[in-house]
């Protein structure tokens, strides 16, 4: 690790820390990710670990049993979350840094933006062996979306990178299943995706707003213009 951020490969340190993390079956806290009685209340944003799908996913509080502690979530309505799980299964809705905004407004509408998209494709891209191009399997999605996460310093990507995911071999995109997969362009239009949404959602806490907003509506241009191809 140190010889990688010695190196200014930070997002590569990261993704082997959260792969490690992945492979351990853990649900890693960030520090002041602790929840407090504030942040449970209906309404409320706090982020959920799902057990199904491997990785930390936004979510709103529904309802609050006030004389229990129960909470009930909108991804799982008619679920009751009891107190004993929720150091566990919840933290403190993630929100990203300077730092991690600074690093998306670097990547829109930069030359380093295929290099990084690149680089993230092939960490978890498989070879067919029937002559098909690399592509990310379903299965491979909760971990890379972990790893986008952690760099993007918000939740989110999974339902990016769903939405973006076909039936293998096909070029279009189908219901939710294993035989599904993630190709290049997808992931570049999903990863194109997380950035934008996470400035634009949280991209007032940096200067430069109104620059880093065009940059994004002619990537936007871009993306556009390259699916409908």
Not at 18 to 33: E, K, P, Y
């Amino acid at each position: 690790l140190r010889s990688l951020v010695a190196q200014g490969r930070v997002c590569e340190c990261l993704a082997t820390v959260v792969a490690a993390s992945c492979a351990l079956g853990t649900n890693m806290h960030r520090s002041g990710d602790e929840l407090s009685v504030a942040d449970l209340v209906v309404g409320g944003k706090v982020d959920y670990f799902s057990s199904a799908k491997q990785c930390w996913v936004s979510v709103t509080v529904t309802q609050v049993d006030a004389e229990t502690g129960h909470i009930e979530l909108d991804l799982r309505k008619g679920t009751w979350i009891h107190p004993r799980d929720h150091q566990a299964k919840l933290r403190r809705h993630m929100r990203p840094g300077k730092s991690h905004l600074e690093w998306v407004k670097a990547m829109i509408g930069s030359d380093r933006y295929h290099d990084e998209m690149e680089d993230f494709f092939f960490r978890h891209a498989r070879v067919s062996t029937r002559g098909q191009e690399p592509a990310i399997p379903r299965s491979a999605l909760p971990a890379l979306a972990a790893e986008l996460d952690t760099v993007l310093g918000c939740c989110g990507s999974l339902a990016l990178l769903e939405a973006e995911a076909v039936p293998a071999g096909s070029a279009r995109r189908g219901k939710s299943g294993e035989g599904e997969c993630l190709s290049r362009a997808a992931f570049s239009l999903a990863f194109w995706q997380a950035l934008n949404k996470t400035l634009r959602e949280y991209g007032d806490l940096i200067e430069s707003k109104r620059g880093a907003s065009r940059h994004s509506q002619r990537c936007a241009a871009d993306y556009t213009v390259e699916r409908e191809l």
